[in-house]
């Protein structure tokens, strides 16, 4: 039945059920429970006011509208979504026997009018579904009606080449290379955000799709909808957060391996790229230059004055990034404080002990307040007071050992329930106390996010990837999508991070061609862990792959790997307005072409090209040997390709060559022609 006295949200009871619709920013909040409601409202963090709102309601269908979504919820709680124009967005999948409808005569003939595709039937299957579970509260289901020809991207990043999720199934859980960030975006013209931070699972099924959560108190979503994708973009991000700005220094080149082993090691790195004139924004400290893991330090025997190397560095112009990790050794000097304190992630069986690599460790809880304040305070004192401003939150999923998410209990309540909030709660920490201590601008790196990291500076990187060309396409999918999931600021290991041996022919190619891709990406960076190996200064330590500078690969490497770098260089002032657009309105800098050109019907089919911004259109080569291939150019446009000039009209397939030493890149014809060609000139 319908709760008709409330007049701020739509409410439905039936037993022990209660659904409330409520306006939300500028989208509509979907929660049911069988309890009562819990107070938190998990990635929604945003005041909004709600002003356009209207509520009817009936003995048989009632309505909600919120400016350009509404719902009818019926007398049996199935809820369908429309647009003003009533164009069907999304339709609850129920499957039941419909009794004691009021003013029917005939139960059998009913069809609401208000319903698509409506239909008695014995299956007894509901859209939503709240089962008790042993050792948990509830497992919750929410299932769709699938709908041909709709087209899915978004959800984060996951490690497969399908860019389009239509026909996957996804798992909703945080891994090493796997972030889930549970906001989609459909080409039917609505954004849905999964607002539950259990462990669980979506399947985009062609009979059905179907969102789980494994142990929950509550189902939890969002929706909204526009008549763009950047329009759905902005009533996201309102929301849930808009993107921190990011600081010049993410603009250019950033260096790294697996791992400068001493201080002088890395400032020689620093010097020569300085000396060879080859512009770089930041250099960067791995892991295992700490005494113990949770030390939160530098091994002074070789980082023996982190103020002078900072203060070199930053005569250069180069910034110094340090990895911190959240796991505590039981040896560290502050393992007994944090146990004591209730800062530690506990274990609700087994071993305590939640990763095992060099040492016994205990990831700290971040989503307890002051155990993020106490990590910070180290931080501070042994980092942050030397001048180091961004900082590498490595192991944020975080990596357990196992991925047996049942065995770990966090403060906010049981990992099953709450454990994909941790990456957030992380960058939180971070970015709330950098902010305190005055710095306006905070992007840290970060391997894994939810859905409104982005309002805590989470640059992510998409994690310890295969360093092959398969690979490079898997990531291709995975930065599209992260940036449709709302988290603009995302960049992976260029040529990857396992495998990859500097003097391998095909490897060399593999990192050109993922370099001349990453140019146009949000942050270009160098990382990896590469063959052969270095040994370690000593039995405590651990191993430090082979050279990965931009010169490491011989001389040819060298000079295309310049060349677009100078690209890179060129074309700071459109990459600048692109961060800005990025921080007021949640764009994501890399666009799938369907989000660019969403009235193109071509490019919901073009998976393997991007536009980098509105302007410049990017066709990355996936493939070793490949030195031509096709490129779609989009409609409602005219396109001039930068290397040869040669102009073309949208709507068309040509081919293009791409030698070793470039990939095709286009250029919109506009007003801002000049401009945008002179970016470009080597």
Known sequence: ???????????????????????????????????KFSENNWALTEDVDVDDFELKYSDDVSYIRNGSVKATVDHFGKIVFYDLNEHLLLEEYWRIRRHSLPNQQDQNDFIDSNMVNQFVSALKVEGRELTPKTGGDYFATVRFESQDNEHIYGMGQYQQSQLDLKYCTLELAQRNSQTTVPFMMSSKGYGFLWNNPAIGRVTFAKNITEWTAIDTNEIDYWICCGQTPKEITEKYVQVTGRPSMMPDYGLGLWQSKMR???????????????????????????????????????????????????????????????????????????????????????????????????????????????????????????????????????????EYSPYDFDLYRLKIGRNTSVGNIYPKMLAKGFFENMKNEGQDKV????????????????????????????????????????????????????????????????????LIRWFEYATFCPVLRMHGDREPHENPLDSSSVASGAANEVWSYGEETLNILRKFITIRENIKPYIKDLYQEAHRYGYPLIRTLYYEFPKDTNSVNVSDEHMFGSDILVAPIFDFGIRKRDVYLPTFSEWINIWTKEEFSGGQVIEVDAPLDRIPIFVKKDAELSRKLNLFTI
């Not at 040896?331 to 007994?336: A, G, I, K, L, P």
């Open 443 to 510: 992007v840290n790196l970060i391997r894994s996010a939810w859905a409104g990291s982005q309002k805590y500076g989470a640059l992510v990187w998409s994690g310890d990837i295969d360093s092959s060309f398969r690979s490079l396409r898997n990531q291709y999918q995975a930065g599209l999508n992260m940036g449709i999931a709302g988290i603009p600021w995302w960049t992976t290991d260029i040529g990857g991070f396992h495998g990859g041996v500097i003097d391998d022919p095909k490897f060399k190619e593999c």
């Open 260 to 398: 400068y082993q001493t201080q002088e090691e890395l400032l020689e790195v620093a010097r020569s790229y300085y000396n060879q004139n080859i512009p770089l924004s930041v250099i960067v400290i791995d892991f295992f230059h700490w005494t113990k893991q949770g030390d939160f330090k530098f091994d002074s025997k070789y980082w023996p004055d982190p103020e002078s190397m900072v203060g070199e560095l930053k005569s250069m112009g180069i910034e110094l990034m340090v990895s911190v990790w959240p796991n505590i050794d039981e040896r560290s000097e502050n393992y007994d404080e944090m146990l004591e304190k209730g800062y530690l992630i506990r274990s609700d069986k087994g071993s305590r002990v939640s990763m095992k690599f060099q040492g016994n460790s205990i990831f700290f809880d971040a989503t307890n307040f002051e155990a993020r304040n106490y990590v910070w305070s180290k931080v501070k004192n042994h980092y942050y007071k030397y001048g180091i401003k961004i900082f590498w939150l490595d192991e944020a999923e975080p």
């Open 1 to 35: 039945m319908f709760v008709k006295s409330k007049n701020l949200y739509l409410e439905w009871r039936n037993d022990d059920r209660v659904l409330q619709v409520i306006p939300w920013g500028e989208g509509l909040r979907v929660r049911e429970t069988k309890n």
